[in-house]
Antibody, heavy 121, light 108 residues
Framework: EVQLLESGGGLVQPGGSLRLSCGAS????????MSWVRQAPGKGLEWVSG????????YYADSVKGRFTISRDNSKNTLYLQMNSLRAEDTAVYYC??????????????WGQGTLVTVSS | EIVMTQSPATLSVSPGERATLSCRAS??????LAWYQQKPGQAPRLLIY???TRATNIPARFSGSGSGTEFTLTISSLQSEDFAVYYC??????????FGQGTKVEIK
């Protein structure tokens, strides 16, 4: 059974940093691309960042480019999102997501339960 | 960036009836289109990918069609567990992948 478990969310002040983690199990982690997708309270879904199975290719939404960094440790079956210079508009539930393929051009077939990030003073 | 537009915003349907949800892309996304279902307090769930391929364990009452810029999700006979918000998403022109704003299917 595929499981994705996010951690690292919480309350942070504007300009602060957080690192999200996502532990994966139930599949060969290195064989699939992964993404982070967020959902602001009461709003729709917004893709944030994606990374290929090898970790060699990374992609970002313009809204987070230069502030967020996606990475993965295939030896630990873990996906990360380093978030710096956080803004109020980054407040959202952040979902870890497994792609259907090793490359990022694919749908998301599994989602974690999400971790809430609140940026507020 | 490709803009995905879903209609209607809210669809009121009686149990057992057919529901038809639409998704339009601002430019062609070929068949690289997925549909997700999201219930309150839960993560989204993949229903359809490749515009018309049902994901694992998705009931046959869910079907997807279309290509290019016009797509449809049809729920042939709504069950109580199908009342939720549905999102389309393109993964053809990226980054970024983009989602529609969602269609809420509610009980009539």
């Amino acid at each position: 059974e595929v499981q994705l478990l996010e951690s690292g969310g919480g309350l942070v002040q504007p300009g602060g940093s957080l690192r999200l983690s996502c532990g994966a199990s139930g599949f060969t982690f290195s064989s699939y691309a992964m993404s982070w997708v967020r959902q602001a309270p009461g709003k729709g879904l917004e893709w944030v960042s994606g990374i290929s199975g090898s970790g060699g290719s990374t992609y970002y939404a313009d809204s987070v480019k230069g502030r967020f960094t996606i990475s993965r440790d295939n030896s630990k079956n873990t996906l990360y999102l380093q978030m710096n210079s956080l803004r109020a508009e980054d407040t959202a539930v952040y979902y870890c997501a497994k792609m259907l393929r090793i490359v990022v051009v694919a749908a998301i077939d599994y989602w974690g339960q999400g971790t809430l990030v609140t940026v507020s003073s | 960036e490709i803009v995905m537009t879903q209609s209607p915003a809210t669809l009121s349907v009686s149990p057992g009836e057919r529901a038809t949800l639409s998704c339009r892309a601002s430019q062609s996304v070929s068949s690289n289109l997925a549909w997700y279902q999201q219930k309150p307090g839960q993560a989204p769930r993949l229903l359809i990918y490749g515009a018309s391929t049902r994901a694992t364990n998705i009931p046959a009452r869910f079907s997807g069609s279309g290509s290019g810029t016009e797509f449809t999700l049809t729920i042939s006979s709504l069950q109580s567990e199908d009342f939720a918000v549905y999102y389309c998403q393109q993964y053809n022109n990226w980054p970024p992948w983009t989602f529609g704003q969602g269609t809420k299917v509610e009980i009539k």
